[in-house]
């Protein structure tokens, strides 16, 4: 079996990943800009919402109503056309980052020893050019993006919340060690678990590759059933590693899906409860059960496209690990 290539430690991927986007500055700032001004554009309606429904409340004219009307309907085609921007300059952000990577992996390529290429083997070298840069293709392309703008929006949200009523964020608050405890305890184990269920993808190659190129030599030698145990356990060895992966994301999924019911309800009822106190209005109410709400979509994405992540530092690392390899003497 042929040693596989070195790996990246998690140091020098988070370093690089950093870089990568900071070499864009003008691009990146116009993208966090755009999503940033949609999220703003979003957050208005539920507030004008809260506002329509205190005027239907007290009765007041049918101009404010139509007005308040309006207003929502001209936010919501905003938020459209600033979406619609915003996730333009996210794909070109992605394009740009993908395209320096890519230059630089095979700068590092062309630059390995030869010595050291012979004694990998071509099999992991191939999966770190191939499955390796279509993984990472995909993160920086859509995850990164998206974690950004979930992140942008999620903080938004809560701001807004705040601004109609202080007490009616604190519900928010139930589903923060449901999040923190099962993600702590999913990113603790997810990048090794990945790194692990990549390099089995290197060996199934590797040998898949040593068999076609020395198919004359294994039939001349009658090695069949050799090479036929080999794949079979490297095989194994990989269903292993993604039945693991897979266990990581049945156990951190339900958690973390359970936390997104969680605020709603309990901004209903603890703002229902203030309501009939007299504490909030029934408009203040309205909208933060609605942002509440909105909070699912941002923190629902954010945490789906962690695992997605975590697939793409496990390939970012091999990817850089490749230029660790020994210096030809």
Same mark, same amino acid.
């Given at each position: ?20 986007? *900071? ?24 507030? #004008? ?10 009765? *007041? $004219?049918? $101009? ?31 394009? *740009? ?15 390995? !020893? ?30 990164? !993006? ?30 923060? !060690? ?93 703002? $229902?409860? #203030?309501?009939?106190? $007299? ?51």
């Amino acid at each position: 079996m042929s040693a596989l290539l070195p790996v990246a430690d998690t140091a020098q991927v988070r370093r690089y990943a950093r870089d990568l986007f *900071r070499r864009n500055p003008r691009v990146l700032g116009i993208t966090v800009g755009l999503h940033a001004l949609a999220a703003l554009a979003g957050l208005v309606g539920p507030r #004008l919402l809260g506002e329509l429904v205190e005027s239907i409340q007290h009765g *007041r $004219g049918t $101009g404010t109503i139509d007005r308040l009307a309006g207003f929502i309907a001209g936010f919501v085609v905003l938020q459209a056309v600033l979406i619609r921007f915003a996730y333009l300059a996210s794909a070109r952000l992605g394009e *740009r980052v993908l395209a320096g990577l890519r230059e630089e992996f095979v700068e590092r390529v062309l630059a390995l !020893p030869l010595s050291t290429v012979e004694r990998a083997g071509s099999g992991d070298l191939l999966t770190r050019t191939t499955r390796d840069v279509d993984a990472l293709s995909r993160c920086v392309r859509l995850a990164v !993006p998206e974690t950004m703008i979930a992140m942008i929006v999620g903080i938004l949200v809560v701001g807004a919340t705040i601004a109609v009523s202080p007490v009616l964020a604190l519900p928010l608050l139930v589903a923060v !060690p449901i999040l923190v405890f099962g993600t702590r305890w999913y990113l603790k184990r997810a990048p090794e678990g990945y790194l692990k269920q990549n390099a089995t993808y290197s060996m199934i190659t590797d040998g898949l590759a040593e068999t076609v190129e020395g198919a004359r030599t294994v039939d001349a030698l009658r090695r069949r059933r050799q090479r036929i145990d080999r794949t079979d356990t490297d095989l194994r060895r990989s269903y292993l590693a993604e039945k693991y992966t897979l266990f990581l994301r049945t156990v951190w999924f339900p958690m973390v899906e359970l936390s997104w019911v969680l605020p709603v309800v309990a901004t209903l009822l603890v703002g $229902g409860a #203030l309501y009939l106190r $007299g504490t909030v209005t029934l408009g203040q109410l309205t909208a933060a059960v609605i942002y509440a709400q909105m909070l699912v979509d941002p923190v629902d994405r954010l945490l789906s496209w962690v695992d997605e992540l975590q697939i793409g530092g496990a390939s970012l690392a091999r990817l850089l690990g490749v230029a660790e390899g020994e210096t030809e003497p």
